[in-house]
């Protein structure tokens, strides 16, 4: 009887993550109609709800800009971003709402650079995506060339980059630089598949992360988020220097 109590109380004992100490979300797709997140209004508004019942006061959604497929604009992105932002007030809803961008690692990276046309967060943190399958070539240039103009690149869901799996090397390297780790929190939970899982646990017993975020493309990402708020990971995550807070 006393060793069963004792698994009972241990269980108990497990308190749910607190969200609202990292007061910010950095990376999503909220504006409706331009990338692969929200398709409506309706939908941001109910995920903004949602990012508010699970403690956050602030989102920076981060519309990807991809130039073979979402080919957004800051002047787009700024558009989307005030007409939810008139809604939020319309509806008196106490989030805060800013945007700045997912950008695809392609070659037009370079041109961006060039034209200081960097849609960015925080102190010049501009979010950068990599290929899924393919090793990036030419990225060392292009983030030495960032960090000379004052921007600061942050690596996109690391640990979803399967070339990297089974090591935290580069991202090591990468945070001696001055550059910095996002991950993505439901890859705590399994969602994107048991490697991704591991490399984010691998991360974050090293802590080697920066940020962490939602990368919320649609409400189900939110509540597979409330549903895994004891995660031990997601507990040991927040007790790291996160920089959300700061955001």
């Not at 550059?179 to 017993?205: C, T, W």
Request: proline share 3%.
């Amino acid at each position: 009887m006393g060793f069963f109590s004792n698994l009972f109380s241990k269980k108990e004992m497990i308190l749910p993550a607190d969200l609202s100490i990292l007061k910010t979300d950095m990376h999503s797709h909220l504006i409706p109609g331009i990338d692969d997140g929200s398709k409506s209004m309706d939908e941001t508004i109910a995920m903004l709800i949602k990012f508010k019942e699970l403690g956050y006061k602030k989102v920076i959604t981060t519309p990807h800009i991809m130039s073979d497929f979402y080919r957004n604009t800051p002047e787009i992105i700024q558009e989307g971003l005030e007409k939810v932002k008139d809604e939020v007030k319309r509806i008196n809803l106490e989030i805060e709402i800013e945007a700045a961008a997912e950008y695809y690692f392609d070659e037009t990276l370079f041109h961006k650079l060039a034209e200081d046309s960097f849609l960015t967060f925080g102190k010049k943190y501009v979010l950068i995506e990599f290929s899924f399958s393919a090793l990036p070539q030419e990225h060392e240039r292009l983030f030495y060339d960032m960090r000379i103009k004052g921007y600061k690149p942050v690596i996109a869901h690391f640990e979803r980059y399967i070339y990297y799996h089974g090591s935290i090397e580069q991202a090591t390297q990468w945070r001696e630089k001055g550059m910095l780790i996002q991950l993505n929190i439901n890859s705590l939970f399994g969602h994107y598949g048991p490697a991704v899982k591991r490399q984010a646990e691998l991360l974050i017993d090293a802590g080697q992360v920066d940020l962490i975020a939602t990368d919320c493309h649609r409400i189900d990402h939110l509540i597979i988020l409330e549903e895994n708020l004891s995660s031990k990971y997601l507990i040991k995550a927040l007790q790291l220097p996160l920089l959300n807070i700061h955001l």
